[in-house]
């Protein structure tokens, strides 16, 4: 039994990142482990079978073969504030691994021990968000949307000291890469241009293969352009960041879909692939109000629910810059070359904003006037202040026969008949457009802040289990699927997420 692990990661060099090993815990101990998940990377344990062996891998207590663990270089800017001296804190990547389908994935130790990125943490993680981001990237993945994942939750029979004592746990986190916009602005900030070719060309061979491609086609045709191994043609960077760009659309057209709020869109937690990564504070939008905010360090509400279209627009413009010196040597002509897919990023992401608002009232291509019919919706939602999920779930029963209750029927009562008027024709194509636009059930903050209260409690994972299988099948209304539906008694109004955890 084993695990193919490479480590192409690591084979990128020294500059890239540092070899760390994790720190080993006292009684590691599996608690969750995604079986299916497993299954798909090719790792063949079972929680029934192989916990202990399970529990030692992935705590780093054990070192699985071929894996050369190293802690990852990147910088960031914070809140708008650059911060050169980021990187890999309490993460170890273990290496790479190819899933049934060929597409490679990460395998990264979180909580793992200090690296010299540490700076004074003490790299390590609690068990509080450890099975907070098992539980909100399942939800999120069921939802559709893009990102990373979790394989296992180890409890580490040790403390971890935040503001009192808490159970410590390592969260095994996957994804495609763990590139970042602050892992090319780390070498940006550095004028490291030589690691920005080469980093580029991992990310292209790693994430948009079909470019190198084109590119074998292009330099057959004018064998002149060739490049050599770590350089880059302009072309080719231009390219890859027209296919980032790509990335971000459904990423961010998702979280706005659903109610997500990342909650710290800081450029090194935006990942070049386009996946969800950092659920520390993250929260999910009762009413619909675009202003909410939940992370208790976010006072301007800079990441707010509807800040996040610019705000990724922001952080593509901050890897659009560290991307010039490989455009073209003069500045002036690297910024009129990336500047129009700039412009077509925000072209693109606010017609994608139309096109999904449209699907959530079952309209498939949106036509003049939809835009107008979309807003007064949601000038009325905001003003009443009606439930995003809540009210979604509702139009679209009210295309299967049954009624709108008061009082939405009466809040509604002059914007339902133009709604039916636009989509009389086509009924049965909304409903169901609209059944696999709006989740009938997301991982509502108080139900997830119960979950994680019980199960550090008792360690009883009964109703963990409960609540996963419904947020597994968010479109479908199972039996279970009612007692997670309501929205908070009291709104989440004193409800708070931090960072850092
Ligand atoms: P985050 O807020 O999780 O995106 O983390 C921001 C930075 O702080 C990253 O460089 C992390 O690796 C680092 N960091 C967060 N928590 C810890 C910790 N407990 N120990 C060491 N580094 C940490
Ligand atoms: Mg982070």
Known sequence: MTINLSNNYQALGTSFSEQTFPAPVAAPSLLLWNETLAKTLTIP??????????????????LIEGSKPVSQAYSGHQFGNFNP???DGRAHLLGDIA??????????????????????????????????EYMMSEAMFALGVPTTRCLAVV????????????????VTRVATSHIRVGTFQYFSARNDTDSLKKLTNYAINRHFPELLVE?????????????????ISSEQVLKFFSAVLSKQV????SW????????????????????TIDYGPCAMMNAYDLDTVFSSIDRNGRYAFGKQIGIIQWNMTRLAETLLPLV??????????????????HQDIQQGYLTMMAAKIGIDEPEQGDAQLINDLLAIMQKQKLDYTQTFTALTKALNKSEIEQPLADMLNEWLPRWHARIEPFKAAAHSLMVSTNPVVIPRNHHVEALLASCQENGDLTALDKFLAVLRQPYTEITDTKHYQDAPVDGDNSYHTYCGT
């Open 250 to 253: 459904p990423l961010v057209l």
């Open 155 to 170: 409890t580490t029979g040790e403390n971890v000291y935040r503001e009192r004592p808490y159970d410590g746990a390592v």
């Open 85 to 87: 001296h980021l990187g």
């Open 45 to 62: 344990f079972s929680q029934k079978d192989d916990a202990e062996l399970i529990a030692q891998y992935f705590s780093g207590n054990q």
């Open 256 to 275: 706005l879909r659903v109610g997500f709020i990342h909650g710290v869109m800081n450029t090194d937690n935006t990942t070049i692939s386009g996946e």
């Open 328 to 345: 073209a040597s003069d500045e002036d002509d690297a910024v009129a070359k990336i500047e129009p897919l700039l412009a077509q990023f």
């Open 215 to 231: 590119q074998k086609v292009a330099t057959t045709s004018s064998p002149d352009d060739e490049t050599m191994a770590d350089d």
């Open 99 to 132: 899933d049934t389908e060929g597409q490679r994935w990460d395998i990264q130790l979180k909580g793992s021990g200090v690296s010299s990125f540490s700076r004074q943490g003490d790299g390590r993680c609690a068990l509080g968000p450890a099975l907070r």
